[in-house]
């Protein structure tokens, strides 16, 4: 199988593609992940990245999409997370994918909406001291805004803050919103509805995934 992975900032989509890519067996790589390797292996292309991150500055579209596909290349079953990200790099990944002959068999959309977003990511509290995590919904300290570990009080990310959630949640919808639409009209798209707990959204997807192998 060869697979998108779309979803808001907290929705769960990576950790669902960590758990597809187990059970069906699939490679899954983020974009992080392709930069990471391509420098690494210090190809050219690599090493024009390496470069311009160097500098502090973003790696061009241009960049991006030619360091995917030499990726694709190396693979047969994909999971790709993170990529693409805009209208421009959704039509270049059908044209690549097309010429090596490994098109995309769906894009999986991780729906949640804005409230449960908000609601999840702001009520996330961690320990300054140790790093564990906590939500203040789905998993409480035993002590109130104390960590269960060392005792040390809880603090809220700044990026986890409401209006920074809300933030990223309208500049998620703005620039994925057209992909999932293409993707839409291409008729790839599965929608998976990601207010429910981790395990049914799981389970879900598993099923639909089996019967979308046969």
């Known amino acids: 199988m060869r697979l998108l992975f779309f979803g808001p900032p907290g929705a769960g989509k990576g950790t ?36 311009i991150m160097d500098r502090g500055e973003l790696v061009s579209d241009e960049i991006m999409n030619n360091l995917v596909k030499e990726k694709l290349q190396e693979l047969d079953s994909f999971i790709l997370d993170g990529y693409p990200r805009t209208l421009d790099q959704a039509k270049f990944l059908d044209g690549a994918t097309k010429d090596l002959k490994k098109e995309i068999d769906a894009a999986v959309l991780i729906d949640v909406s804005e409230e ?3 609601k999840r990511i702001s009520n996330r509290r961690v320990c300054p001291n140790c790093g564990k995590v906590y939500n203040l919904i789905t998993l409480k300290p035993k002590e109130d805004e104390k960590c269960d570990v060392c005792g040390t009080k809880l603090i809220q990310r700044d990026d986890d803050k409401e209006e920074v959630v809300r933030e990223r949640y309208k500049v998620y919808k703005k620039n994925t919103e057209p992909v999932i639409e293409y993707y839409r009209k291409n008729n790839k798209i599965i929608t998976i509805d990601g207010a429910q707990n981790v395990e049914d959204v799981t389970k879900e997807l598993f099923n639909i995934l089996r019967s979308f192998n046969k």
């Open 116 to 118: 449960e977003i908000v």
């Open 16 to 51: 669902q593609a960590k758990m597809v890519a187990k059970e069906f067996d699939i490679v899954h790589i983020s974009t992080g992940d392709i930069l990471r390797d391509t420098v690494s292996k210090g190809t050219e292309l690599g090493k024009k990245a390496k470069a």
